[in-house]
């Protein structure tokens, strides 16, 4: 009897174990199915338009005017505007970031750590639209008391919110892959003479540049894909233009500007923003790519 009632639980007990294993895969299914339906849907809506735009002159022309009434669908302006935004906000965001890493890392001390470090990762809870806001009531202000003449609407000064909203990013996943260095690298290094400042910058900082990779990356895509700072403070005006005090249109500005709007769904122009939306999810996958090898090149290397 005792046997017989042993089996049985133990034939429970796989059965729990099946169902808590395939309650997982599911979990992890979903994201891989979720994945497939965006890029499903975005392919679909694109060849819609595909078929009344040629590619070679979507990823040519140098104007985007797809909502007036000789309509041209140039992506190159709006491809312009989203790079440099984000090499603004890069500017901004991976020095001071990176420093302040390293400083939690490797300097400050375990109180000071612990009440820096959740006040930074604030800055990541703050809703976009107070940072769109911030950008054009007070950055752009600023900035204008520094460079007059400069427009009321322009890249800089989203580029530079975006910066300030990318720091946590940078500054706490950093921090996490240099706490993760083992702490014989620093005790070696310190051994054979070398400062604290030189053990954090030419023992800590390359052994944990895989993490630091990802961490870029992931700010990057970030910055890639934000949305309400650039519709707010740099304008809706698709410019081909490399200075970033000039106002631009952004990928993400076009598809909140169309998807607000009274577009037909059917029409080619409500269809661009799926065109332009995939040429997003190429780019920030293309970014995940290069990241990924950088990453496993370096923790080859180290």
């Known amino acids: 009897m005792a046997s017989r009632l042993t089996a049985e639980q133990r034939r429970r007990q796989r059965l729990r174990e099946r169902a808590i294993v395939g309650a997982l895969f599911a979990a992890a299914a979903s994201s891989v199915l979720i994945t497939i339906g965006i890029v499903a849907t975005l392919l679909y809506e694109s060849i819609g338009f595909f078929r009344h735009v040629p590619l070679g002159s979507f990823l040519t022309d140098t104007v985007w005017t797809p909502l007036f009434d000789n309509p041209r669908y140039g992506v190159l302006p709006l491809l ?91 500054a706490s996943l950093s921090e996490d892959a240099m706490r993760a260095v083992p702490q014989a690298l620093r005790d070696g290094s310190l051994a054979m003479g070398a400062t604290k400042f030189e053990t954090a910058v030419r023992v800590v900082l390359p052994a944990a540049i895989s993490g630091i990779a990802a961490a870029f990356v992931l700010a990057i895509s970030r910055a890639v894909g934000e949305t309400m700072v650039v519709a707010i ?35 080619v122009g409500y269809q661009s923003i799926f065109a332009v939306g995939l040429v997003l999810f190429l ?14 090149r370096f923790r080859e290397a180290y």
């Not at 107070?130 to 890249?155: D, E, H, K, S």
């Not at 952004?250 to 029409?267: E, R």
Request: proline content about 9%; overall charge neutral.
């Open 283 to 296: 780019m920030t996958l293309g970014f995940n790519v290069f990241g990924f090898w950088l990453r496993r």
């Open 80 to 170: 312009c505007g989203t790079m440099l935004s984000t090499f603004v906000a890069l500017a901004v965001a991976a020095p001071l970031g990176l420093t302040a890493a390293l400083y939690l890392s490797e300097f400050a001390a375990p109180r000071t750590r612990e009440v820096i470090k959740p006040v930074l990762e604030m800055l990541s809870g703050v809703p976009t639209v107070v940072y769109g806001f911030f950008a054009l009531l007070f950055v752009t202000p600023l900035l204008q008391r520094l460079m007059p003449g400069l427009p009321g609407f322009n890249i800089l000064s989203a580029g530079i919110v975006i910066g300030i909203m990318i720091i946590p990013y940078i």
């Open 233 to 267: 403070a740099a304008g809706q005006q698709p410019n081909l233009t490399l200075d970033p005090r000039d106002p631009a249109a952004t990928i993400t500005a076009f598809i909140v500007q169309v998807a607000l709007g009274d577009l037909p769904h059917d029409s």
